[in-house]
């Protein structure tokens, strides 16, 4: 199964202020998605980005994605009290069914 | 609208027991999956499971196993409970991708506190 790494652990930033996190994974991808957990509850889908693109947007939220470097970047602009979760990225490959998840960066926002 | 339900919240068991954790999906999806949660170590996969009565190892099958006799359904068991599997427990469900490159996406269940003591 492939993984995705997610850096940095933890980040605790000004309500207001952009949040950056960063995925790694080792392995040719098709696509690579970002999830988000509240504490305690399940994840939820957040954003896909396919490998044949760059960047993509969806409200406050913009990702890349670098497949030479096989890195991605969530960007959460104005961040808000409800942003504080964790965040998780996964990277897919068609064919490979079986989705893992790394650790996740912890996000705190502080009103 | 999706939805992963898993049939208990919170569960307390004694060691020993054995434990049926439930989840069912409404989404006609073809992959479930199992995964433990624990801090520190992130999610892991137990099983996965592609069809019915078709299942497959994750990374920490040992103590668990599973059973899918309806598509909807996805049971992960306990056979006999032990205080390191106290976790909280994450259902979730996909469609296949078929090579599709708009890819899947997974659902996830609210999760099963499952405490042994």
């Known amino acids: 199964s492939q993984q995705g790494e997610e850096d940095p652990q933890a980040l605790s930033i000004q309500e207001g202020e952009n949040a950056t996190m960063n995925c790694s994974y080792k392995?040719?991808?098709?696509?690579l998605q970002w999830y988000r957990q509240n504490s305690g509850r399940g994840l939820v889908h957040l954003i896909l980005i396919r490998s044949n693109e760059r960047e993509k947007h969806s409200g406050r939220l913009r990702v890349t994605l670098d497949t030479s470097k096989k890195s991605s970047s969530l960007l959460i602009t104005a961040s808000r009290a409800a942003d504080t979760a964790s965040y998780f990225c996964?990277?897919?490959?068609?064919?490979?069914?079986?989705?893992?998840f790394g650790t996740g960066t912890r996000l705190t926002i502080i009103p | 609208d999706v939805k992963v339900t898993q049939s208990s919240r919170y569960l307390v068991k004694r060691t020993g027991e054995k434990v049926f954790l439930e989840c069912v999906q409404d989404m006609d999806h073809e992959n479930m999956f199992w995964y433990r949660q624990d801090p520190g170590l992130g999610l892991r996969l137990i099983y996965f499971?592609?069809?019915?009565?078709?299942?497959e190892k994750g990374d920490i099958p040992e103590g668990y196993s599973v059973s899918r006799e309806k598509k909807e359904r996805f049971s992960l068991i306990l056979e006999s409970a032990s205080t390191n599997q106290t976790s909280m427990y994450l259902c979730?469900?996909?469609?296949?991708?078929?090579?599709?490159?708009?890819?899947?996406?997974?659902?996830f269940g609210e999760g099963s506190w499952l405490t042994v003591v």
């Open positions: 499971s592609y069809d019915v009565k078709m299942k």
């Open positions: 392995t040719s991808i098709n696509n």
């Open positions: 979730a469900s996909s469609l296949p991708t078929g090579g599709l490159l708009s890819g899947n996406t997974i659902y």
């Open positions: 996964a990277p897919y490959l068609f064919g490979n069914e079986k989705l893992t």
